[in-house]
Nanobody, 122 residues
Framework: QVRLVESGGDLVQSGGSLRLSCAAS????????MSWYRQTPGQKRELVAT????????KYANSVKGRFTISRDNVMNTVYLQMNGLKPGDTAVYFC???????????????WGQGAQVTVSS
């Protein structure tokens, strides 16, 4: 059974820091690209950061570049999002995503966590 379990969401003041964790199980974690998305009510889910299966080539949304860092531990099967300099605009539910391209339709495996609430007060 595939599971992605986020933790670390909290209420924090503007300028503060949080570290989100996403523990994976039920699939070969080291073969999946991992990403963090976020979503606010009525809005589309937004890609925040992504990292390849080997842990390289991290990419970030412009809105978080220089403040957030994505990393992964392929031994612990966990991906992290270190968030510094938090702003009220970062308030959202943050979702962990695992994605792997395959050779058969629908040509990818795509898994989601249940989300973690991050609230930044001004």
């Amino acid at each position: 059974q595939v599971r992605l379990v986020e933790s670390g969401g909290d209420l924090v003041q503007s300028g503060g820091s949080l570290r989100l964790s996403c523990a994976a199980s039920g699939f070969t974690f080291s073969r999946y690209d991992m990403s963090w998305y976020r979503q606010t009510p009525g809005q589309k889910r937004e890609l925040v950061a992504t990292v390849t299966s080997a842990g390289g080539n991290p990419k970030y949304a412009n809105s978080v570049k220089g403040r957030f860092t994505i990393s992964r531990d392929n031994v612990m099967n966990t991906v992290y999002l270190q968030m510094n300099g938090l702003k009220p605009g970062d308030t959202a539910v943050y979702f962990c995503n695992a994605r792997q391209r395959t050779q058969v339709f629908p040509f990818e495996n795509n898994y989601w966590g249940q989300g973690a609430q991050v609230t930044v007060s001004s």
